[in-house]
């Protein structure tokens, strides 16, 4: 399995778990606690560690999509060898890997959430799948109205994603309360598209307008870190981030910065099929807010 090839065995099993019961979350937390030490255990060590089954091993590597326990765990060693030669090009560490610790000192702490956050932007575009990608972007470059759903963090991302389209000249709206947001979303019909931003991909409130709008004719999108979520499963496309929050980081820079990738990706493959008439719709909104600057002698410009 090459670099350039790589298939992320533990971006994948990190999105997967949480909709994991019984052995088969038990062995999968085994393998995110420490991958290194997992990738030496024999099928029966692993399965005794996880107090599973030799079979339920098998169950899981044939879920992630390998033939069996010994091509997970090649596929598992190569996924380490990689990530420990991006880490160390990029000056990482072991260390980095690991949550925030009460006893870390200021500059342990910017080491931790800038190699956090920066992991998180290159494996959700090492995560994404262009197919899913080309068939969202002529979604919504043919939309006749977008609404896009997300409470909380991810609330950000779907105001961001509403902004971007509607600075190009396409209909958007952002909703971030249910309250607004399932009456609009009921409202959505053929030809319309919904796109609900949720990182753990069950939300109620996010899952249930993307339920409406959909029982109402209209196409829906999902963005997720949770392959396998409500949302995810709901929606008609969806694209995966790739962030880490544990429980000293929950609702963490990372989720977010991964979910505005995937907004500023979208946005563009839109643009670009919107060449000359997202570039005078650009134009034209700059020079409307142009006057509401500044100089730098504090008259207006």
């Not at 979350?25 to 030799?54: F, G, K, N, Q, Y």
């Not at 920066?118 to 109205?145: K, Q, Y």
């Not at 069950?202 to 209209?218: F, K, N, S, W, Y």
């Not at 946005?267 to 409307?288: I, K, N, S, W």
């Amino acid at each position: 399995m090459t670099a350039a090839g790589h298939e992320q065995v533990l971006t994948t099993l990190r999105a997967i778990a949480p909709g994991m019961q019984g052995a088969l979350r038990r062995i999968a937390d085994v393998m995110l606690t420490d991958p290194a030490a997992a990738a030496e255990l024999s099928i029966d060590r692993l399965a005794e560690a996880a107090d599973s089954s030799p079979a339920s091993v098998v169950r899981l590597a044939r879920d992630l999509g390998f033939s069996g326990y010994r091509e997970l765990r090649f596929a598992l060693r190569a996924d380490l060898a990689y990530a420990s030669g991006r880490d160390a090009s990029n000056g990482g560490s072991a260390e980095l890997h690991r949550d925030i610790d009460p006893t870390d000192s200021l500059d342990q702490v910017i080491a931790k959430i800038a190699f956090a956050d920066s992991r998180a932007v290159t494996e959700t575009c090492e995560r994404v799948d262009t197919g899913e990608l080309a068939a969202i972007t002529a979604l919504l470059s043919s939309a006749r109205r977008v609404a896009t759903f997300g409470v909380g963090a991810s609330a950000f991302a779907a105001t961001d994603l509403q902004q971007k389209l509607s600075r190009i000249g396409l209909w958007a709206a952002a909703y971030s309360d249910a309250h607004e947001g399932l009456p609009a979303a009921s409202l959505l019909g053929e030809g319309d598209v919904a796109v609900g931003i949720s990182h753990g991909g069950d939300t109620i409130d996010v899952v249930d307008a993307l339920r409406i709008a959909q029982e109402a004719g209209a196409r829906t999108v999902a963005l997720s870190n949770t392959a396998g979520s409500p949302l995810v499963s709901l929606a008609d496309h969806a694209l995966l981030t790739a962030a880490q929050e544990s429980p000293f980081r929950s609702g963490a820079t990372a989720s977010r910065l991964a979910q505005l990738t995937l907004v500023d990706i979208i946005f563009v493959t839109v643009a670009q099929r919107h060449h000359e008439e997202a570039g005078r719709a650009l134009e034209r909104t700059r020079e409307a807010i142009a006057a509401r600057r500044l100089d730098r002698g504090g008259r207006r410009r």
